[in-house]
């Protein structure tokens, strides 16, 4: 009789070892790490990003002056290039709040539209920085819709390119789950 009651223990036991190996080896740690680059257009013609209330206090060169609010609908593509796929887009709004003018407030989702995350989104906040090209800076992880839900991590920006009517920047999310 012992050993009939020690069989589906035994049993039990094994199937929720495959099953927590399964998950282990489908995402170590509760650990993901992805790349993507923000295609903003600043000027010409269709601006993704545009101050919607500014405040002159006084002269000022920046987006990010103090009380500035800014929104935008940024293009997320999977490579640097202008032409590389369109993985989803970057939405959000900024608002200036250094009276140093040199960082803004900002509070978006990448919503991703194509590819295995197609219908899911991070949600993000952190300051941005008025900084030179080449800067790296860190927003928090919040949350996150569909494949992303309960995630939590950060994010590191790093501007690599810029001309006179748009900016580019590398996006590596670091993502945990509970």
């Known amino acids: ?12 036991f094994l199937f929720l070892a495959a099953v927590a190996a ?9 650990y993901m790490h992805l790349r993507f680059y923000n295609h903003e257009r600043i000027l010409g013609s269709g601006p993704s990003a545009t101050v919607v209330y500014a405040v002159q206090r006084r002269d000022s060169n920046s987006g990010a002056g103090f009380g500035n609010v800014i929104v935008y609908d940024n293009l997320l593509r999977s ?24 960082s803004g407030l900002t509070n978006f989702q990448l ?11 991070l949600a993000l906040q952190g300051l941005f920085p ?15 819709t569909g494949k992303f839900r309960l995630a939590r991590g950060y994010l590191l920006t790093t501007e690599v390119r810029a001309t006179n009517t748009t900016l580019t920047g590398q996006l590596d999310a670091y993502i945990t789950f509970r």
């Open 22 to 30: 399964a998950a282990a080896s489908s995402n170590p740690n509760g």
């Open 130 to 144: 008025v900084a030179p090209l080449g800067t790296v800076f860190e927003r928090a992880i919040t949350g996150g």
């Open 79 to 102: 490579g640097v290039e202008t032409d590389s796929p369109i993985v989803g887009r970057n939405q959000g709004m900024g608002v200036g709040s250094s009276l140093a003018e040199n």
């Open 1 to 12: 009789m012992a050993a009939s009651s020690v069989i589906p223990s035994l049993l039990l």
């Open 111 to 121: 919503v991703f539209t194509a590819g295995k995350y197609n219908g899911s989104s």
